[in-house]
């Protein structure tokens, strides 16, 4: 799947407030909960879909947000990801520039954090591949 026309900036909306463990799903229900705080703000893109059929993935760089607030920031990498044989790619936000050491970061984290997918997918019955997928853009 090609990733959905977003622009160079766009409104992100904030589920999962930087160093949070429980992760949710759409509907509000907890999808999992992490043994590590995730680094990161997370939310999506409202009103994008993405190819794994829940709303486009966002990563918000900078201090920590408040579950539900909403940001209206420049997109500055996208992150290629495969969940379960699915295209999951997640858009970095931030409001500036994405350092080097910000990449190395976020490639670590994704990377990891597909080890977790993986070993969740399997726990939950579920086969395909699940990895980081490299860089798409930025």
Avoid at 41 to 52: A, K, L, R, W
Avoid at 70 to 84: K, N, Q, R
Avoid at 86 to 105: E, M, N, W, Y
Wanted: aromatic fraction near 8%.
């Amino acid at each position: 799947m090609d990733l959905p026309e977003i622009g160079a900036r766009c409104r992100v909306k904030i589920e999962y407030p930087r160093w949070s463990v429980v992760k949710r799903r759409s509907d509000g229900r907890v999808d999992f909960v992490s043994p590590l705080p995730c680094p990161y703000n997370y939310g999506h893109v409202p009103g994008v879909m993405s190819g794994d059929g829940d709303p486009l993935d966002a990563v918000v760089l900078g201090r920590r947000l408040p579950a539900g607030a909403e940001v209206e920031l420049a997109v500055v990498a996208i992150v290629g990801f495969v969940d379960v044989d699915q295209d999951d790619p997640k858009v970095i936000f931030s409001a500036a520039p994405l350092t080097r050491a910000q990449r190395g970061g976020l490639e670590l984290f994704f990377r990891v954090y597909a080890l977790g997918k993986r070993a969740l997918a399997a726990a939950r019955g579920l086969s395909g591949a699940t990895r980081f997928d490299g860089w798409r853009a930025g």
